[in-house]
C-alpha cells in the first residue's frame, strides 16, 4: 500500500511541479474563457442555431478560445461560428509560455495570408 501512495504522489508531483517552475498554475481553457468573455460584455458557451456552443459571443463577435498549439483547429471552429451567427469570427489565442509564441505568427500569418475575416486575440502569461 505505501508503494501505491508513494506512486500517487510522484505522479501528482510530476504534472504540477513544472506548473510552479514557471510561478503559476495552469488554468483550463474554460477560466480564461470566462474571464475574457465577461470583461468584453459577452454570453459564454452561447447555443447556435444548430445547437453547437460558441464559446463567446459578444456584440460584434462569434470567437473560439484555443490553446496555442491548436491554433490551425481555432480557425475552422472560428469560422462557422461566424456563420452561425452572421458575426465577424474571432480567436482568442492562450500562449502559456514564451516557447508558443510561435502559434500567434502561425495563425496571424494564415489569416493575412488567405484574407480571412478573423479578429485575433491573445492571452499571455
Known sequence: MNHVLSLIIFVAAICVLPQFAHGEIAHPEKWYQENWCR?????????L???TRCDCLTHDHAIEF???????EAIGQALYYGLQTGKQPGIVLIIRQPSDYKYWLRLNSTIEHYHLPIQTWKIEH
Open 66 to 72: 484555443d490553446f496555442g498549439p491548436k491554433w490551425a
Open 39 to 47: 470583461e468584453q460584455s459577452g454570453q459564454i458557451e452561447a447555443i
Open 49 to 51: 442555431p444548430d445547437k
